[in-house]
Every structure is written in C-alpha cells, then in structure tokens.
Antibody, heavy 118, light 107 residues
Framework: LLVESGGGLAHPGGSLRLSCAAS????????MNWVRQSPGRGLEWVSS????????YYAESVKGRFTISRDNAENSLWLQMNSLRDEDTAIYYC?????????????WGQGTLVTVSS | DIQMTQSPSSLSASVGDRVTITCRTS??????LNWYQQKVGKPPRILIY???SLQSGVPARFSGSGFGTDFTLTISSLQPEDFATYYC?????????FGPGTKVDIK
C-alpha cells in the first residue's frame, strides 16, 4: 500500500513537499518513483530513486527543481518541489518499480493533487 | 526520449466486442512494453508487462503482443468493467514514457 500526502495549492515560484508512506512490502528492496498526470501532459514519469538512494533520475522537465529522497527505516519517499510552475499542476502518484526481466510500476498510490496558481 | 503513440485515441464499443489498441514507439524497445488500465478517479493499474505477460488477477480476455516498435493490446470480449482508459509504457530506458492513452467507452 502506498499513501501520498502533501499536495495542495502553491504559487508559481513556490515550494511543496510530497510524502509517500509505504506498507505491506519490504520498502528497502524496491526502487521507487514519482509519476504525475495532468489533462494537458497525460501520464509523465517524474523521478526514480534506487533502493539505497545511490541512483536517482529526473525527467528533464523537473531537473534542478525537484529532489527525490527516501528513508528506508521510515518506509517513506519524498518529493521536494521548488520553483513551481503552472505546468507542474497535476496529480502526483508514487509507484513502486516491480522487476522480472522487465520492469513495471505496481502498485500505485491514490495520488495527491498539486495545483500551482497565482 | 522514446516517443509513444497510441491508436485510436478513443473508441466506442459494445459489451462482447473484440477490441484492439495499438501502441507504437519511436525506436525499437524489444519486448519492454507494459499496458495499464485507468478508471476515472483511480490510479493506473498494471494489466500486462513485458508485452504479453498477464499480471496476476487480470482476466484472460486481456492479451498483448508485439515486438520492436509495434504492440497491441486486445480485449477478446469486452465486459462492462473494462470501460476505462488504457496506456502503454516503455521500460526500455529512462525516462519511462507513456502513451497518450486510449479511452474505451460504451457505444
């Protein structure tokens, strides 16, 4: 189970910090992701972080503005969002990477809505 | 980045119909293609991973095929609970890009 929180209204240029609480699986064994969805941009992968936080990736659209982090002892994932823009308005989901020989996102949280507006 | 296209963008179908959705990628991704189903107000749910492997609990009326740049999701006999939006996603490399979606609604 993944539960996001921290969404809300932010002004352009402002900041928000999203949280994702994980339960029901061994959090430290899995890569984790943030994915967002907006009517204008569809589903967009935002960022991923490896099990030990040693490998982190960002979409070009958020690089330098967003920071992903995790705490395996707390079974928690975060997304620090700075310098927010109107186009960052979206539902933000956290999702676990599941591996076989391939990888896919499962499960997903219910999402938290971020609205950037003046 | 690998670009994804889906066709059609929407379709209307009746219960019992066979439905086919196509996904194309801008470069070859071997079999690294996943399909998700999303219902209104819910997060996406994995249906098929690795082009053709059915996720546990997903009905056998869903199937996937393809290789390289051309992929297909087929629903053999559409059921009322299948009316939703379907997305393909490539996991060949980062960033993991999604298709724009195909909305399946009731005729």
């Amino acid at each position: 189970l993944l539960v996001e929180s921290g969404g809300g209204l932010a002004h352009p240029g402002g900041s928000l910090r999203l949280s994702c609480a994980a339960s029901g699986f061994t959090f430290s064994n899995y890569e984790m992701n943030w994915v967002r969805q907006s009517p204008g941009r569809g589903l967009e992968w935002v960022s991923s972080i490896s099990q030990s936080s040693s490998t982190i990736y960002y979409a070009e659209s958020v690089k330098g503005r967003f920071t992903i982090s995790r705490d395996n002892a707390e079974n928690s994932l975060w997304l620090q969002m700075n310098s927010l823009r109107d186009e960052d308005t979206a539902i933000y989901y956290c999702a676990r990477t599941t591996y076989n020989w391939n990888s896919w996102l499962d499960p997903w949280g219910q999402g938290t809505l971020v609205t950037v507006s003046s | 980045d690998i670009q994804m296209t889906q066709s059609p963008s929407s379709l209307s179908a009746s219960v019992g119909d066979r439905v086919t959705i196509t996904c194309r990628t801008s470069q070859s991704i071997s079999k690294y293609l996943n399909w998700y189903q999303q219902k209104v107000g819910k997060p996406p749910r994995i249906l098929i991973y690795g082009t053709s492997s059915l996720q546990s609990g997903v009905p056998a009326r869903f199937s996937g095929s393809g290789f390289g740049t051309d992929f297909t999701l087929t629903i053999s006999s559409l059921q009322p609970e299948d009316f939703a939006t379907y997305y393909c996603q490539q996991s060949y490399n980062t960033p993991f890009t999604f298709g724009p979606g195909t909305k399946v609604d009731i005729k």
